[in-house]
């Protein structure tokens, strides 16, 4: 560890003070009116108090500017250097939370789950994971809008993804918007790492953009597209004539298909948690980790110790005035009243 200056050509001000003893002295002032009996006494004993015990003042106010200017300065304290290690991957999540995913037709355990709920349980763990990789989070319905930007902060995206709610952005399903906003996002990533996890019950029933265009300018800017088709394709209801199963969404599978080709990914098809769950497991493997490493160093800001104490002394010498202000004034005031 190490002490630095974030500032240092702030230690320049230190000598401003010394500037004061080339300034002219100020006019001498006309002498006051009203005459005071007692002044060339209380004059005398001022310049006693003012003399050589001024000197210990003197010497806290050069202390007290020397400890501003190094608190200007901003002193830090430079721990060692930690290495972090980073897969250099940006990964784009896109979940679709259009009306149709909150059909309970995934099941875990034995019970029933919302699409969206499922998604949110599996995805969660998977962001959590994603230790070392950039990841953000998109949310589509009518529209597709971003949730949460690239970002390491992992505990922040899974958050924002819990709070996601059925409608939020729509009843219906924007599948080229949301991929053309991923796009946007991920332009500026290095090509080998753009990477575009979507996650849709349906087909693309809304958007300006058209899925299999957005699945072209996807592949020219390098950005690889995984789509994984949600939903068991049935569901129980109950009825007057007890439980039956009916149909559920209208996935476009072959789209999603066509989506993935395009971009060099793949299509996955989860009809339940646990092939969710092994959709991520295999996408770690797909997508491989690089070792890169990125070096940084802890800082921590000192400022505020020399600071303190400047405000400190100046207390001090301010109380010290005061003190000495009464004590001057107080001989001449039992002088008088004796008189």
Known sequence: MSIEFAWPWLFAALPLPLLALLLPRAPSVTPATLHIPFYAALQDNLQTHSGPRSRP????????????????????????????PVSGRSLMLAVDISGSMQNEDMQTRGLQLSRLRAVKNVAGDFIEQRKGDRIGLILFGDEAYLQAPLTFDRNTVRTLLNEAQIGLAGQ?????DAIGLAIKRLRKEPASNRVLILLTDGANTAGNVDPLKAADLAAREDVRIYTIGIGSGEMLIQTPFGMRRVAAGDLDEDNLKAISEKTGGRYFRARDTGQLAKIYALLDRIEPVSEDKQTWRPINELYFWPLGAALLLSVLIALAAILRGRAALRPRREASSHA
């Open 172 to 176: 219906q399903t924007a599948i080229g």
């Open 57 to 84: 003042r003197l010497l806290l106010a050069i202390l007290a500017w020397v400890l501003l200017v190094l608190a200007a300065t901003r002193p830090q304290l430079i721990g060692e250097s930690v290495h972090l």
